[in-house]
């Protein structure tokens, strides 16, 4: 059975004025997608690019390499230069405070018309780097080839957490944009405002049952409360409060450890569960030789 221990004493507040909001279903087509790209300037014709539909995915990619891809179940979106994004072309390096980077990023969200910049709250800025070195380490170098600068959707003063519910931006080296991802769900309207929350002892609780028969230790390091939005191949129907639980899993010599999050639904009238519990694995047969 596992130890579950908690690092320290977590107390939320519940921020006023927060809502339990249904989700509009995402509507994927050609057309849509002409629509969607009709904004960076894609011409969407068979003409001057090519479309490619799967059951994951629609997307359209213009002989320029510039193309964008609409998730069928969430509706996100990735716009991308597929010759430059994240590419290491061996030249120059990028020197970029995070202000700077954060601010170009809310340039290109804003002449783009991606998001307003009162929904949007900076999560962090990543700047991409390679390393080059020879055998036996004689001589070593690094260079930043680009930067990331990812945003988190904000609603009545609380953050999206989770896969979904942000925005991130890409550059490279020249400060030259090379793609924008946006997984964030359209609003249908409210479908109750949040009537309180749930206490936290309640979704620690039900992380100690989730992992009673565990072995070794389980940590809680972190929790957190916001929107919890689900990735790009996930259908969600609410988007409502969660608490969101970080933990640390040790082996039970110690010597081994991996991150795991638990997002729980925070509102004490809330319509469902944010996520799907995991299945329990089942034991496998032996194999006879």
């Known amino acids: ?38 904004r960076f300037g894609l011409r969407g014709t068979v003409d001057a690019g090519t479309f490619v539909l799967n059951a994951r995915s629609i997307s359209y990619t213009e002989r320029s390499a510039w193309g964008l891809r609409l998730f069928r179940r969430s509706g996100g979106w990735q716009y991308r230069d597929a010759t430059r994004w994240q590419v290491e072309n061996g030249q120059g390096s990028l020197r970029i405070e ?85 997984l964030w769900r359209e609003i249908e309207g409210v479908h109750e405002p949040v009537a309180g929350l749930r206490p936290v002892s309640e979704a620690l609780d039900e992380v100690r049952r989730r992992y009673a028969a565990a072995e070794g230790r389980v940590e809680v390091s972190d929790l957190q409360l916001g929107y919890f939005e689900l990735g790009w191949d996930d259908s969600q129907e609410f988007l409502q409060p969660a608490f969101v639980v970080f933990l640390q899993l040790f082996s039970p010599d110690s010597r081994f450890r991996i991150g795991a999050t638990v997002a729980l639904a925070a509102a004490v009238n809330s319509p469902g569960p944010v996520e799907r519990e995991p299945r329990p694995s089942e034991p496998q047969p032996l194999r006879s030789r």
Do not use: C, W
């Open 1 to 38: 059975m596992a130890e579950i221990v908690t690092a320290k004493e977590f107390e939320i507040e519940l921020p006023s004025g927060l809502n339990i909001y249904r989700l509009r279903r995402p509507e994927i087509s050609e057309e849509i997608l002409r629509q969607a790209g009709a």
């Open 98 to 182: 995070d202000e700077e980077a954060a601010q170009l990023a809310l340039d290109a969200i804003a002449r783009f018309d991606v998001a307003d910049r009162s929904d949007l709250e900076l999560a962090r800025v990543r700047l991409l780097r390679v390393a080059h070195a020879e055998r036996g380490g004689a001589n070593h170098s690094e260079r930043i080839i680009g930067a990331r600068v990812e945003f988190r959707r904000i609603l009545g003063g609380l953050s999206a957490v989770g896969p979904g519910g942000k925005t991130v931006v890409y550059f490279d080296h020249e400060r030259e944009l090379t793609g924008i991802d946006h």
